[in-house]
């Protein structure tokens, strides 16, 4: 921790089931505090998937990022949606270990205006940074590409989908709910800072 600089702020983030009342009292006794709460979602895969259409003007389109330029275009982005907490290029490069990973775009005159990744945790399908950039939202964009990204884990034999969603993000929220996701399970995030 001493060589971390001053300047960055750098935080301590951990996670923990709701449930485990004698685990966040601990982490709450050593000075961690509350940054967010987040909903497990999971969405069974052998439900019918809705098929929608893409008004003629976006372009839909798997991206695996080959180039380093591609994963730079992805995290400036990507970067511009969450800039509290942005990906990262390590992180990214995880991701995209993983099996059967993929992500997902749309784009209106070659301009990528939404997206998502998806891959295989396990024996069940994750989707993550799912996104719309401002100009584009309420298009049905978001609503789209999960539809996509769920008919693709299905065609790849997985039976579930999970993700996860900040508890407050109700039109997120509401999103996921409407292409056929549920909450199992609530985890608190607490942070300490290190510097």
């Known amino acids: 921790m001493n060589e971390l600089p001053k300047e ?13 009342a004698a685990n966040n009292q601990f982490f709450i006794d050593k000075g961690y505090r509350n940054l ?3 909903y497990h979602m999971n969405r069974d895969l052998k439900e ?3 098929e929608l259409k893409l008004p003629e003007e976006f372009q839909f389109s798997h ?10 275009e992805y995290l400036a982005i990507e970067g511009e949606i969450w800039p509290d907490t942005p990906l990262g290029h390590n992180r990214l490069c995880e991701h995209k270990t993983n099996k059967l990973w993929t992500a ?15 891959w295989q ?3 069940y399908g994750v989707i993550e940074d799912v996104f719309v950039r401002e100009p584009w939202r309420k298009r049905g964009i978001a609503k789209y590409l999960l539809t996509e990204a769920l008919t693709y884990l299905k065609a790849n034999g997985l039976k579930n989908a999970a993700l996860m969603v900040v508890t407050t993000n109700q039109s997120a929220l509401t999103l996921y709910e ?15 800072n290190l510097n």
């Not at 991206?63 to 730079?72: G, L, P």
């Not at 784009?107 to 990744?117: C, D, E, N, S, T």
Request: net charge negative; charged share 25%; with cysteine.
């Open 48 to 50: 019918p998937i809705s």
């Open 8 to 20: 960055y702020g750098t935080i301590l983030c951990v996670g923990n089931d709701s449930s485990e």
């Open 104 to 118: 997902m775009v749309i784009r209106y005159k070659g301009i990528i205006v939404g997206g998502l990744m998806a």
């Open 178 to 192: 409407s292409v056929g996701f549920h909450s199992v399970s609530e985890e608190l995030r607490y942070c300490i």
């Open 121 to 123: 945790e396990q024996d």
């Open 36 to 38: 967010y709460r987040s």
């Open 63 to 72: 991206w695996k990022m080959e180039t380093a330029d591609e994963e730079r």
